[in-house]
């Protein structure tokens, strides 16, 4: 593998905002799959909210919480492994 000091400051910010709008595609069809019945049995939600963590449109969809069984940790392990392992493949091992 080669150094990226050659490419081009565009080429790998646009490969960035593919992964980046991409991860929400994704996030949202395991959201979809997983249904909101197993989210709130797998993840727990915070309990206060403030105007900062206020959700959005989406909100409640990308919201999964944090992980209390051990399905959760898999859904949680599946969905950023998969994010982080599509997005380093794709910044630094596919060629340019």
Known sequence: MEGLE???PLAMCGRVMTIFFASFVYIFLV???IGPERKALWFRKRKKYTFFNRRGI???DFNFGYPVTWQGC???LAIYGVIFGAGYLYIFAYPY
């Open 31 to 33: 959201a979809k799959y």
């Open 58 to 60: 989406f909100g409640e």
């Open 74 to 76: 898999l859904a949680f």
């Open 6 to 8: 050659h490419v081009h």
